[in-house]
């Protein structure tokens, strides 16, 4: 199935976009720099790789919300258009232009609405669209809808630790204290092994310091 949906022939490019991957599912903050050239490398070796193109726009937005210099989100808009029009039948261009849209303006508007709901029909196993919509649902404080999407992102991808700690706190949110309880379990396990791996691991570390407490 994997082999199947890959959005690129090159065999270069689509390993260095699985390392890319790996990086953004469990790697650190300071490691999105890095993705970013790697996925630069990616299109470069395939324009055509929609895959490459909306890992790029989503590290891309995501140092451009924290003010890394260097990094915009203009940049990362029309690298999620670009991955849209390399394959508009790929839910991550959309999962991307949503993220993009998303941390541009932090406001849930029609246009993030649209591209999550694309991406959904598209894919509904897209896992950086449970992500971003996830997101969006803390920053409604719809805290169910958070909890479903976040969830549904750990199901997909069940060692990515991002999700693991935020839905713990959504959990509490609701007032499901069971739940809590049972998910920063899940989450401290998912950030002693990455911190096994990578001591520095500053957003590891910092879920896993909220779920001791």
Known sequence: EALEQRSTTNPEAYELFLVARGFQRKGSERLKPVIVRLCRRVVELDPKCANGWALLSIAESELAQRGIEGYSIASARIAAEQAIAADPATADGYAALAEALLRGTML????????????FRLDPKCYDAHLTAGSAAIF??????????FERAIEIDPDAYWPAGMVSQAYEAVGDTAAAAAAHRRAMAHCERILADEPDHGAAMGFLVTSLA
């Open 108 to 119: 849930i508007d029609d246009a993030v609405a649209s591209a999550l709901a694309t991406a």
């Open 140 to 149: 409604q404080r719809d805290y169910e809808q958070a909890i479903s999407h």
